[in-house]
């Protein structure tokens, strides 16, 4: 296990360095990142390097016995170069970025590029071998912010470029998308729009997801090329990028993105700005799979909660033990690498009020000593799990051309969900409560990429919401059912294909047979609650509401709601197929729904579950040495997990003999 | 009756039509309508015309004895126009309309004008004549999606030109918006702006006023150019445009558009897009008698909704039988032609969300054999009554310098209404709201435009909101009273003249006389519910409350409220005057008080009326050879109307000797 | 006492003026305010002056012994001045202002201030010694719908050159906002950007503060210009502008603005527009004590309500009585003049809605009639208060830099509240509610500026929200509680520097030893009601919970909260320091429990106050000859005040022996 803090040290006095180096090594902390937003110290000019800063401070580092991992600055640029090149900058429903903020840049632009590359090399060749560093983090946050998308003219440029590559020709294109369509028949490339803001009727939705590949693809395109650089200059030193916290991220193929980096590392806010409650644990673990799944292997929490944070809001105050509680549950569920977001708080600028580890003064916090005291308990199992992997045999999978589809197309109200105007999270929650029910029952479930994961790993594949096929993963499922896996189905499986057109089929279009069961009719019923029964247990569903006619299927449950007339009609069903088993689940259940109806799946599968109620978490982990029980509670009261008595914010790890 | 489809050839194969085709023709459609989103098809490039894909599809259409009405396709136009000619394009609210969506044309443009032209003397050339042709819609929903308000710089250009042709001079201008007010006298026409988005305080209520008037001449004057063109080359062809289903439209003058038409269509959606649930069916009769009552004349539906529909999102699913019911309604208030909305459900685009009759596949739906059997039950009957008037003694007015009015000055928050950003729909529902007391009571009534109607056709006129006064509509609505009628007036009646001054007397201003009452004070209570008392029935009343000071009036109604301190005035008087007598009524009352007064006035003059309960409708149709009358249960369980049990969505049309 | 009107003679014909002007005699009017939005009459094109129209009525002002307040009428300038001069608009979130509506120009357009340099001249010259005018007030409620920011390239131009004034070198800039934040190392102030628009993180705060600072000087400077000009060419006549509504005014510093002008004016609207409820009385008295404590003298209401008022929406309408006593109100709490708005209703314009004393017509309205009652009535004892210090022992004290700073950091949502987009008056509304408790309570109490105050007038300053501090301001306050004072602090005191900074020590910073207390933790909890107990009196607080740490403090009040881990932790703390005392409030309270907490803090400080109920306001005013209790009911019902029966809306005086 490594522990870590993110440390500027451009906000502090030369003479605060000494003095905060030795507080962190007090409280077990070995390792720091720095300079992410360090590209104006480093080229204050055009082609003026100046590394002076970041030497120092790194070779006091060294100095110390500890080790760095660099940032590359690329999310925020100077403020010289945007003077040079005032295209470089993004634009979003119609406002344009601009200098003073982060995240600005373009991504499409040559000129940004270009510089990119100039500063990265000139670091990399700087840096690359000093002694303390121990790796590097690509950009920041890449992404972020509603930066994933850009109306600039320089990104439509480049979108047409992109299109003409993809499709060759205008008719391809035309005939591809269905251009048909209220007549929007184009004759050259130079003529297609930027799909963005609009007075009313939305852009053709397969010219929306062509659009967000192609800013996907030119983000990862990005972090490759800053890749290479690395890889030549700095042999040896493991790359990653921290992705932002939003957990699933709709646009950018971050499995895809993986590919090219070495591991996995994120950054974890349980609670952020003026959330009134930390999200549900659950949701908090959905995030910790999901990062730990891209790859499926152990992850780098880049930047955990130590405090309090926001820009200029705030809210929650986590409660003294959750602080340590976070930090242990991301080690448990998959986490070799911990860098405490921020050390000291910064007494300037738009995080003044991101409380770190300690306050705006150098005082010792509660905080401090609680995850002083938290290194020291998990310390002592950490280092023989945290390279293994995380076992299960469930896996809810998601997939991004879905994620992105979803987006832009939720049909339910239900599906819709903005908490910021640049994100549209409906999917992403909707697959975290899919994810919850396993959760709950105390199942290690992971959560991985439909186009990374090998299905026969597992005996339980949840696939929610796969509405968009891609025909090699269809085929890949139905192997896996075949050969005797059970396959969990949601609504809208199976409806439409990779260039966005509906099947000349009904739901769930290719799935059809193996779930033995067709859909022609659905309502979208939004955020209303709709009754139903699961065996002897009324139930509640929402969001979308299809009416299953099974073919060959079982009937699982059945509507009741007098308001519908589709009461008494089936929304769940099961299917055998060959060796295997489709269970096709027809809406969206409610929590308590989700978690009866895995109980007869799982117990059909023999695989075990407990339930231990709302607030603890049980996981299981397999070490070198041993395996271990890990009971977490989440509540600030005691709670009893079978005989055990936890405390409150409690981690309790039980080894096993193997 | 013609039953007809709204049919998308284009978005099919050639192979397709003809199983299409012999599949419409089984469920009884023998009309379609086409083309209406093809200028790209064909005018695939500027001036090079190609019509071989509609001639295929009308001769196979003809060859199969059906017929069909051509749209010409303004609506949307080629990628290559506004490429060639970039300042064709809308702008509303800072946003600029573009290519890749729909409507974004700015009517005021001359290229855009010269293209149309162009496109439909082509068009009207090349199909003019077609044995198959049996009219012409011109455009498509003109206007809709918030494409009646265009803030672009050519929109402003030709609303200065139109306000010198109003005005002649600068001076007049000034004078009659009252410029001097916050000192903004114009030297000249080309200093005036758009009124469109601002920061603050608005802009002068008589300039919005004209802006909108402009609208709507340009509009209505765009439809002409085309109807010429269609008059000179396709003979005896009649001509409508499709208006859009948001009921009274509050910026073109639709009764005025309708004089250069040959017969009113409209497109019905009693529930769209994240609707979760359709409108009551009151207001869609409203919607119902709002078309037919433009001209008084039967009406044609041009796209009646056959499926689930929207466009991202979607809501409320239409139950067995309630499809068929709306169909049914349509043709009952008075449509002589149905073309359903849409034939097969589009694969691709922004509609592939917008179920029609079929699916995605060909196979038959539910629906299918709904709406066929509907055809059947109905045909029985509807040749008889469909082309004869439909009978009223009481008539709902409505009028566009009033509608154009509060959509600008709503006075009350209970009377803004924005389901979009782009519409601002308070005075249309509070319209459909005074016409609902009469249509729950089942008493025929007619929605008429105060512009067109002839007031001595009804026993019964309801004139609510009528706060700026056309004079010529005011002398006859004088001469109406005084030969015998009952006018019912509302709140705010008679305030203010046509150029958008309040008169300088008090409200009801002309009408102050024969309502035999006065209003110096009134409250804009939002949606708060005020107590008041008519006979002993307590009620409550909303968005304005005027406090009435009878000068030879009756109080027939007094505020009861005792959180206000107009507890115990009069809020509804009545007045004779002449030969007839005037209703004032100073608030908006809730359904069941209105359904209450409008008893006491219904029996005073003598028309009879029945209740059954707020599901059931009843109508009374004449025939050439019988009379008929209609009952209509709109729920979806069985409902009692008398004597009479009906099924749940059922119509039942009893004849009656003449 | 004068009583005036707000009279537009340029919306009537010259007919009308002598009826109006005996109607006002007759209403015991005296005065009128003309000509602030007169700018296109007075100039009708460049450099052609016409004073002809204002002469006239001016004339036949004096000829009827009246007398006028000019307004200069730079708040709307005529359409020839922007069609020359097209950068002198203002821009706000990306809209640019336009002509046809108000508050347009941008007050650091060089060209601009030209031009209102010669109207005001012209003006001052003309009208400067004619025996009617008294006074004039200088443009109009400036900076008011959000004129105080401005996002236009001239404005930006400006702030570059006022940011290159305060701080010399761009690396003098960078050092002190903290500009190595986020990397954003300005080379050249040309580099620096407007912080407007943004698509996801805000600005940088010290840029912020820094740039309403600027806009607050820009604006002070305009005012001072014409106050130039006025001195020069109209000598003797005293100076005002009026203050626009909305209470404490985040952005101009009112308090340096009034430094130079003779007394303060200020527009009393207790409710305006849709608003569904006048404001709490407790609310408005704090409106007139933020008024007439900027100069600590007697004020003019420049607009009192004299009737019903909105532009496009309306709302509550003042009952019978209430008008009268809001007029009263503004007198006993320091006003020695009230010009009513409007005289006469506007026939047109965007104000058509906004009713005066008379209707669109000259009937004599009820409220005429009640005003010149209450005209009468408060006349017998005005002449002898008015011109009289308001006395009180008791001062909240605001804070222009600290109203800037909670505008953009405003940390906790409940300290958010935006009723227009560009207002955001959470600052505001809080500090009305520290007010609220004494007003209550009885007690005479200032609302002061913290740059103007002498603390030893008082025995008790309240300081809510005083978290960046201005080190003069904190010595005197400190010499205050030394010398015996009692300080009443509010949570987040003493966070920050007047860089923006936050203290490298704990909140209350400076101000910890005096307050015996330190605050490590705090929480956000929005609009969340915590529960605490003060003595036996449990109550709720909100917005921010603070967890106080007492070093020498005794603690006064616990958090009881049992959903908070800090339940038992201080709330409330009270410090001897020498001869004073100082309170710590940790929290926002609620109303009950302010007053709680005052009522002990007086009883302490021996302070007498009474408590009549949430509706009945006392206050005491010493006049030259006698003393006078004040008792008012702001309630449409009759109330008790001790033995004392008050009609509804009574606002009765007892004069008392001095």
Redesign the interface.
């Known amino acids: 296990m490594i522990f870590g803090a993110d440390y500027y040290p451009?906000?502090w006095t030369q003479k605060d360095w000494e003095e905060d180096i030795r507080i962190m090594k007090e409280m077990g902390i070995s390792s720091v990142r720095l300079a992410e937003?360090?590209?104006?110290?480093m080229e204050?000019?055009e082609g003026k390097y100046d590394f002076s800063f970041f030497n120092k401070i790194l070779n006091l580092i060294h100095k110390n016995g500890m080790t760095a991992i660099l940032g590359t600055?690329t999310a925020?640029f100077?403020?010289?170069l945007v003077?040079k090149f005032p295209d470089i900058i993004?634009e979003?429903?119609?406002?344009k970025?601009?200098?003073?903020?982060?995240?600005q840049a373009c991504f499409s632009s040559p000129d940004y590029r270009k510089a990119s590359v100039k500063i990265v090399t000139a670091m990399a060749k700087h840096f690359g071998n000093h002694p303390a560093v121990i790796g590097w983090q690509i950009d920041n946050e890449i992404g972020?912010?509603?930066?994933d998308i850009d109306h600039s003219p320089v990104s439509l440029k480049a979108f047409r470029v992109w299109l003409k590559n993809k499709y060759k020709t205008i008719q391809n294109l035309n005939e591809t998308?269905?251009n048909?369509?209220?007549?929007?028949?184009?004759?050259s490339f130079?003529?297609?729009?930027?799909?963005g803001?609009?007075?009313?009727?939305?852009?053709?939705?397969?010219?929306i997801q062509d659009f967000y590949r192609f800013h996907s693809d030119t983000i990862i395109d990005f972090v490759k090329l800053q890749a290479q650089i690395l890889r030549k200059f700095s042999v040896g030193r493991p790359l990653t990028t921290n992705l932002y916290p939003s957990p699933f991220l709709p646009i950018i193929d971050m499995a895809e993105l993986a590919s090219y980096l070495d591991y996995i590392s994120w950054d974890n806010y349980p609670t952020w700005g003026?959330q009134?409650e930390p999200f549900p644990h659950p949701f908090i673990a959905a995030m910790q799979q999901y990062n730990r799944g891209l790859k499926n292997l152990p992850f780098t929490v880049m930047e955990q909660i130590s405090g309090?944070q926001?820009?200029?809001?705030?809210?929650?105050?986590p409660?003294?033990g959750q602080t340590k509680l976070w930090m242990k549950h991301s080690i448990v569920h998959g986490s070799n690498a911990i860098y405490f977001f921020r050390y000291r708080?910064?007494?300037?600028?738009?995080?003044?009020?991101c409380y770190g580890i300690l306050?705006?003064?150098?005082?010792k916090?509660?905080r401090y000593f609680e995850l002083q005291k938290g290194i020291k308990e998990i310390s002592e199992y950490a280092d023989d799990f945290v390279e293994e992997l995380f076992p299960a045999q469930v896996a809810v999978v998601h997939d991004i051309e879905n994620a992105r589809n979803w987006k832009?197309?939720?049909?339910?109200?239900g599906l819709?969900y903005s908490p910021?105007p640049?994100a549209q999270l409906g999917y992403d929650v909707e697959m975290a409560t899919w994810f919850s029910g396993m959760n709950v029952l105390n199942v290690n479930t992971h959560f991985r990429p439909a186009s990374k994961i090998d299905f026969k790993d597992y005996k339980i594949i949840i696939l929610p919401m796969y509405t968009m096929v891609t025909d090699s993963i269809f085929q890949k499922l139905e192997r896996f059912v075949k050969e005797g896996g059970t396959l969990i189905l949601g609504y809208r499986t199976g409806a439409?294909d990779l260039?966005?057109?509906?099947?000349?089929?009904?739901v769930p279009g290719p799935f059809s047979e193996m779930a033995g069961v067709k859909v022609?009719?659905?309502?979208?019923?939004?955020n209303?609650k709709v009754k139903f029964k699961f065996r002897f247990f009324p139930g509640t569903c929402s969001k979308i509401c299809e009416i299953l006619e099974p073919t060959t299927a079982e009937v699982w449950a059945r509507y009741t709601d007098k308001k519908k007339?589709y009461k008494g009609q089936p929304i769940i069903t099961a299917n055998s197929y060959h060796k295997g088993r489709v269970i096709y689940i027809g809406a969206s259940l409610e929590p308590l729904s989700f978690m009866l109806l895995y109980r007869r799946i799982l117990r059909e599968a023999k695989i075990p579950f407990t339930f231990y109620g709302p607030t603890v978490e049980k996981l299981n982990r397999t070490g070198r040495n041993q395996n271990y029980e890990i009971f977490i509670n989440h509540s600030?009261k005691k709670n009893l997990a079978g005989l055990k008595i936890l405390n409150p914010y409690e981690v309790r790890i039980t080894p096993k003999k193997k």
């Open positions: 451009e906000q937003f360090g590209w104006a110290l204050p000019k600055p925020t100077p403020p010289w003077k993004q979003r429903d119609g406002v970025r601009t200098i003073g903020t982060r995240r972020h912010e509603g930066s998308w269905g048909v369509f209220w007549g929007v028949l184009y004759n130079d003529e297609i729009p930027i799909p803001v609009h007075v009313a009727s939305n852009f053709h939705p397969s010219m003026e009134e309090f926001g820009h200029d809001l705030l809210g929650y105050l409660a003294p708080t910064a007494r300037f600028g738009q995080e003044q009020l306050d705006h003064d150098k005082e916090t509660e832009h197309q939720p049909i339910s109200s819709k910021v640049w439409k260039n966005g057109w509906m099947y000349d089929s009904q022609r009719k659905f309502e979208a019923v939004g209303q007339f600030g």
